[in-house]
């Protein structure tokens, strides 16, 4: 396919996409639509065209791929008619931010992308970085990804809700002193070695089948990572090795976690990562936000 064809074909697949995530009417006005599937096709147009010729068609069928995750999204959403009765409070953590060779979006900008949100959401600013969204929704889960969808094309992302958020740190800290670390941020130890560890916890897009919540859900220990316990079925407590150069926590962890649940033909849209301190930072967000109406 040529350049010339890319454009027209893809942004008919984009608005495709678009229309399978828009549950309602009012999630999105019609500049809003149109906006966001130029923006998807123009991000999709670079990155076929950075790829070599030779592998373009393998970037094809990726894309490809995601726009039938859309069309997943918008069966599961038909059959979640239920409303929450009260907001739910979640945390949106969008994948490659502001990092080496990732997507730059200020605190600024994620506040325009999230103006004017339709009924039943509600923003509620960032923490640590622009990637750390603070949200609440009176919908369900699935209609709040639809929503990240079209406010952030091409971007990946994790929603987690505050509950989740916060057993997955309780427990966590229940293996603070086994694992030799202090009850306080930034959770940081020495080895015998003098090597520096972090502790930190991978999330992931969708729950993991039970088979996966125990051992078998952890990868095998690297040179820079080792995975310590699954957390309420979507979420992995690791330790990453520090020092000079900085090992990323994307690079080091989510990649070994990926690989193990890919084994198992368990195929997740997106893991993030983040240190626990980053993580205390949003708990104590969702506290400060108080109640929600």
């Known amino acids: 396919m040529r350049d010339d064809e890319i454009q027209p074909a893809m942004r008919s697949l984009a608005l495709t996409a678009m229309i399978c995530l828009q549950l309602d009417a009012d999630l999105l006005d019609d500049e809003q639509f149109f906006r966001s599937a130029d923006s998807w096709v123009e991000s999709i147009r670079q990155k076929w065209m950075a790829v070599p010729e030779s592998h373009r068609t393998e970037a094809v069928m990726h894309s490809v791929r995601e726009l039938l995750l859309a069309d997943a999204w918008m069966y599961r959403a038909l059959s979640e008619t239920q409303q929450a009765s009260r907001p739910t409070r979640y ?81 966590s800290k229940r ?17 015998q070695n003098d090597d520096e560890w972090e502790l930190g916890i991978v999330l992931c897009f969708e729950p993991l089948p039970e088979n996966l919540n125990g051992p078998a859900g952890l990868f095998e220990p690297t040179r820079n990572a080792v995975a310590r316990e699954v957390l309420n079925n979507r979420s992995l407590l690791v330790e990453k090795r520090g020092g000079r150069p900085r090992i990323t926590w994307g690079d080091s962890v989510n990649g070994p976690w990926r690989r193990l649940l890919e084994r198992h033909q368990i195929n997740q849209w997106c893991f993030t990562s983040r240190s626990m301190g980053t993580l205390e930072k949003v708990l104590r967000r969702f506290d400060d936000l108080g109640e929600i109406t």
């Open 91 to 171: 945390a949106a953590f969008l994948y490659g931010i502001n990092i080496p060779n990732g997507t730059f979006l200020s605190t600024a900008e994620i506040a325009r992308r999230m103006e004017r949100l339709p009924r039943g959401f509600g923003f509620h600013g960032t923490v640590a970085t622009s990637g750390n969204l603070i949200l609440s929704s009176s919908r369900s889960e699935v209609q709040l990804r639809s929503l990240l969808a079209l406010r952030f094309p091409g971007i990946r992302y994790v929603i987690v809700n505050s509950e989740e958020l916060r057993g997955a740190i309780d427990t």
């Open 175 to 191: 293996r603070l002193s086994e694992l030799g670390y202090r009850d306080v941020s930034p959770y940081r130890r020495q080895d």
